[in-house]
């Protein structure tokens, strides 16, 4: 079966690290995805992985590790704006991308 | 441009109505989605067209029927839908299948079916 898992909520603070983390099992990979959800619009894509290591982008940075089918999201010097759900999601074998629950991320001043 | 948009913004209809969804782009991606989110839930994937094909139908319902007229344009054409199809419907685009740089959502549709 496909599952991808990850924390349904977490809490942290304005200009904290948090770390969101993804365990995926699925019908072979493709690539894994972070996307950040306001609530109330769309999706906004944030981070790729397809190789193992961590990709720094900015604020964020995403690491896979393929063989562990894990992955983790990391926020730096976190700002009130980045109070919003953080999708993982993972392209199998067939090109479907399958979403995990998200997590809701609270940032407190 | 770096937009999908998608129209209407909001769409309320009857269980005997026909109506559509439409969704644009004009950053020349070949590959197009329809997403459905229901509140606080993922988007769950409904269909797929790469290079104006239809390539992945995630067995949905034949109430739901996608088109894809062209490369820019995706339609989501609605008939005899249900309660339970009120949804947020997400229209989104990439270069190609396996693109790298994650798909561009629109803003989305809010259907209620009454």
């Known amino acids: 079966g496909q599952n991808i898992d990850q924390p349904t909520e977490m809490t942290a603070t304005e200009g904290a690290i948090v770390q969101i983390n993804c365990t995926y099992q699925t019908s072979g990979f493709n690539g894994l995805f972070w996307y950040q959800q306001h609530a109330g619009e769309a999706p906004t894509f944030l981070s790729y992985n397809v190789l193992d290591g961590l990709e720094e982008k900015g604020r964020f940075s995403s690491f896979l590790s393929r063989s562990k089918g894990y992955s983790y999201l990391l926020l730096k010097e976190l700002q009130m704006k980045d109070s919003a759900s953080y999708l993982c999601a993972v392209r199998g074998r067939d090109d479907k991308i399958i979403f995990g629950k998200g997590t809701r991320l609270h940032i407190l001043p | 441009d770096t937009e999908v948009t998608q129209t209407p913004k909001h769409l309320v209809m009857g269980m005997t109505n026909k109506k559509s969804l439409k969704c644009e782009q004009h950053?020349?991606?070949?590959?197009m989605y329809w997403y459905k989110q229901k509140a606080k839930k993922p988007p769950e994937l409904m269909f797929v067209y790469s290079y104006e094909k239809l390539s992945i139908n995630e067995s949905v319902p034949s109430r739901f029927s996608p088109e894809c007229p062209n490369s820019s344009l995706l339609n989501l054409h609605l008939h005899a839908l249900q309660p339970e199809d009120s949804a947020l419907y997400l229209c989104?685009?990439?270069?190609?299948?396996?693109?790298?740089?994650?798909?561009?959502f629109g803003p989305g549709t809010r259907l209620t079916v009454t």
């Open positions: 989104a685009s990439s270069h190609y299948l396996r693109a790298a740089e994650g798909q561009y």
């Open positions: 950053m020349g991606h070949r590959a």
